[in-house]
């Protein structure tokens, strides 16, 4: 019993550090079409390419891959809930659980993901 509740505990930790981490490697699948609608326009300090790029290596861990939510809320709809400068303002210092992406994204990279999300309505 004691091993299965260190194997439990392990698991737990692995999977809660992965909500927002950074991976060094490039996504090796191309996006699925929930994820990349409007995929080829350029707004905002990057195109949504590079923004569906941004969101799979740092917040599919906790949003899901098509935005569906897991851990975090769903995404599907966020831009009729909130503006391009509000959700860079969430991206910057993080809400409730979501931490903060401030010095781990670039400003244009985090105009891009908060321009991409604020088209998903």
């Known amino acids: ?27 090796s699948t191309p996006t699925p079409p929930a994820a990349n609608q409007g995929a080829g326009s350029t707004t905002g300090g990057g195109s949504t390419a590079d923004a569906s790029a941004i969101y799979k290596q740092n917040c599919v861990s906790c949003h899901g891959n098509a935005l569906e939510g897991a851990v975090g809320p769903s995404l599907q709809k966020v831009g009729a809930k909130y503006s391009k400068d509000q959700l860079a303002t969430i991206l910057n210092n993080g809400k409730g659980a979501m931490p903060s992406f401030k010095g781990k994204l670039t400003d244009t990279e985090i105009g891009a993901l908060a321009t991409w999300l604020a088209d998903k309505k």
């Open 1 to 27: 019993m004691n091993k299965s509740l260190v194997c439990v505990t392990l698991l737990l930790s692995i999977s809660l550090s992965a909500c927002g981490s950074k991976s060094s490697a490039p996504p």
